[in-house]
């Protein structure tokens, strides 16, 4: 068996992703390997397709032992004899292991590193034939990065002390070239094959919320997507345990997870989360390290995270099987506040006084980029990637500054009557004090405390509260002002030197939507137009199958199929076995063990629904040919087909028939690098049925 083979029959893929072929020919060549590959790249096939080729066995060092259980987990699902050794297991069950190992039961090996200290285990080591060392989350080995494991350090000796030098393959999603060099030096990378795969993620849609009332828009979002599974992230545990209470006693089926609560409850949340049987998650950062669901359609960060490294880490959790999914981040100025006191609160520790400032610097900076995602009025996505080295000259059009309209507002007069107000009360009051007296206010609080009598009552009294809502807020944000972080929040002079220069302006953003059913409906995994309304019927159907033998079987619904093979195979909607080896992700040990089931299922949805066309291409090729299901489509006079489409919410060419010269024009718009989306504008055409064109060319799998 090759590897295109090994690929299709244990994992169910036709081909690969990009860079995995590279990695793997790399590693079959005997190359070391140092690869850089966001989440959801589809990093574990590049080791785990070797694994099966070479002689001997592999050991996978990986940090994380749910990750490392359910990695196994997968493996032995598709037909591959894997194990793993960590410190959840006991003396007994480890003597286990070692035993099969030496039996050669075992392809791959998952270990922990603090296991490579143990001469049990380098006992172990010297009796094997090790054909690779994988090191897996191999930025733990840098001192740079955020995760650094002191116990990696000891990888590169215990490479040395086998008799045999195996291919050493590193995997990593962190790109900075500290990190990279880091990785290559400490473990004595030997000429390594480096492969960085693009940290685009196109299936995520990113956006920026900035809003007060986070509350109700979690709960509406939530209420727009029952079906989803989602993570909501919090800064604090109170807030995790707030919004907790809210959800659940609004009826959705949520869990929660932060580092206050004892391991066996926290257990219990993730798995319930993991299952579905509770599709929704509040957590802290503490949660997510390991989690491999790759169902997760939205990561709502309900406060602004520390860094970009974290924000891209968390959201990245959705959207792992390259359906669409969402990503918000709903953003207010008190976020700032909140960080900057979770920093000036830092754990030091253990910590090196030369380092500590070092440390402090660089996390200003940090917050301070995290700032610049959430103002920027330019391209989510391109601030991303910009960030991590990629430069994009285009915007990206699928994130919501994107389809955003800005408008600016001059307002730096209004601001320092701000600044006058502000002084005026003498830093001792908070927002709404000011607010009332800048626009006037009557009321009996603000008599007592003398406010009406200011300089300043009413001189903004012309203006929406909306508006000086938000160039308050802006002003903390500029530094301006000062909001203090107790729990009287209240409102100081901030550094307002740099307004007393004539060039300073202080501009505010307000915005209108270019779509506004967009932002509500439509995105998630519904905006993936693969699938009919009636696809989306079997979608379900299929996906209730799975979440049943889930349960029978007790392991999460994704390790049997994922979301995206299922909506391959609601697509396909196979009726034999050669038609479910069509379906992306279902491989012979898969079709082995749930085959049946699924095609029993397809076969007795299209029987209630003799007429249903599943797929969004299938009904283009379909009215192509004025067939569909046996019936004959009329494309005579009478049909208007960009009144049908926009009936229907589709492009208005969408089902025209292909010219020569469209055609041309697609090969030509695929080599000069446009996506898929930007051509399906260019066409008029929907996503669904430029992929399908793309892939009759033999452009695209
Ligand atoms: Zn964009």
Request: aromatic fraction near 8%; glycine fraction near 8%.
């Amino acid at each position: 068996m090759d590897a295109k083979e090994t690929l299709k029959v244990y994992f169910g893929y036709d081909s690969y992703k990009p860079g995995q072929e590279e990695i793997i020919a790399a590693i079959l060549a005997g190359k070391d390997v140092l690869a850089v590959m966001p989440t959801g790249a589809g990093k574990s096939v590049c080791y785990q397709v070797p694994a099966m080729l070479l002689p001997g066995i592999t050991i996978i060092i990986s940090p994380l032992i749910s990750l490392m259980q359910d990695q196994v987990k997968a493996l032995n699902e598709s037909g591959i004899h894997a194990g793993y050794i960590n410190s959840s297991l006991t003396e007994a069950q480890i003597s286990r292991v070692y035993a099969r190992a030496l039996e050669g039961t075992y392809k791959l090996l998952y270990v922990a590193p603090e296991r490579l200290e143990s001469h049990e285990f380098t006992d172990f080591a010297g009796r094997m034939e090790i054909s690779m060392v994988t090191v897996d989350e191999a930025h733990c080995i840098s001192q740079w990065g955020q995760d650094f494991r002191p116990s990696y350090l000891k990888i590169v000796e215990f490479i040395d002390s086998l008799r045999r030098r195996p291919v050493v393959s590193a995997f990593t999603a962190t790109a900075t070239e500290e990190v990279k060099t880091d990785i290559s030096c400490m473990l004595k990378l030997q000429d390594p094959k480096a492969v960085a795969t693009g940290f685009d993620r196109e299936n995520l849609y990113f956006d920026v919320e900035t809003i007060r009332k986070k509350d109700d828009y979690v709960l509406e979002y939530i209420k727009e997507h029952p079906d989803d599974s989602g993570i909501i992230y919090c800064a604090t545990r109170k807030n995790v345990d707030m919004l907790y209470e809210l959800l659940s006693g609004a009826g959705v089926p949520v869990t929660r997870y932060h580092a206050g609560m004892n391991n066996e409850d926290r257990k219990e949340s993730q798995n319930d989360f993991i299952f579905d049987r509770s599709p929704v998650i509040i957590a802290t950062n503490a949660f997510g390290m390991g989690i491999d669901k790759s169902n997760v359609r939205f990561v709502i960060h309900y406060n602004m995270p520390q860094s970009m490294e974290n924000y891209y880490q968390e959201a990245g959790r959705a959207g792992r099987d390259g359906e669409p999914s969402q990503c918000i981040l709903l953003f207010s100025a008190q976020d700032i506040m909140i960080n900057r006191f979770l920093l000036d609160h830092k754990d030091f520790t253990d910590i090196p006084d030369e380092d500590i400032d070092l440390i402090r610097q660089r996390d200003a900076r940090r917050l301070q980029v995290m700032e610049g995602y959430c103002r920027t009025t330019g391209c989510l996505r391109n601030y991303i990637l910009t960030y991590f080295g990629e430069r994009r000259e285009k915007p990206c059009d699928s994130c919501g500054n994107c389809h955003r309209e800005f408008t600016q507002t001059d307002m730096t007069e209004d601001a320092k009557q701000v600044i006058n107000c502000v002084y005026e009360t003498k830093g001792r009051y908070g927002l709404n004090i000011i607010l009332g007296a800048l626009l006037g206010a009557d009321r009996a609080r603000l008599k007592e405390l003398g406010v009406t009598g200011y300089k300043t009552y009413g001189a903004l009294k012309d203006r929406p509260e909306a508006e000086l809502r938000a160039l308050i807020s802006q002003m903390i944000m500029d530094g301006y002002l000062y909001q203090t972080a107790d729990k009287y929040s209240v409102i100081r002079m901030g550094d307002i030197k740099p307004l007393k220069d004539p060039d300073t302006h202080v501009l505010i953003r307000t915005y209108k939507d270019r779509e506004p059913d967009r932002r509500t409906k439509g995105r998630g995994r519904k905006g993936s137009d693969t699938l009919t309304k009636a696809g989306y019927e079997l979608f379900d159907v299929l996906r209730k199958l799975r979440l049943a033998i889930a349960r029978e079987e007790g392991v999460p619904p994704y390790i049997i199929f994922s979301d995206k093979t299922l909506i391959d195979m609601s697509a396909k909607a196979p009726h034999d076995r050669t038609g479910m080896f069509r379906v992306s992700g279902v491989g012979e040990a898969k079709y082995d063990k749930y085959g049946e089931r699924f095609i029993r299922a397809i076969d007795s949805f299209m029987s209630e629904n003799p007429d249903a066309v599943t797929s969004m291409a299938y009904e283009e090729d379909d009215s192509n040919e004025n067939i569909q299901s046996g019936k004959k489509r009329k494309e005579g006079a009478s049909f208007d087909r960009v009144e049908y489409n926009r009936k229907r919410n589709r492009p208005d060419g969408a089902g025209a028939s292909w010219t020569e010269e469209e055609d041309k024009q697609l090969d030509e718009e695929y080599d000069l690098g446009m996506t898929v989306s930007e051509m399906a504008k260019a066409h008029e055409r929907t996503y669904g049925a430029i992929r399908a064109r793309l892939k009759k060319h033999g452009l695209i799998e």
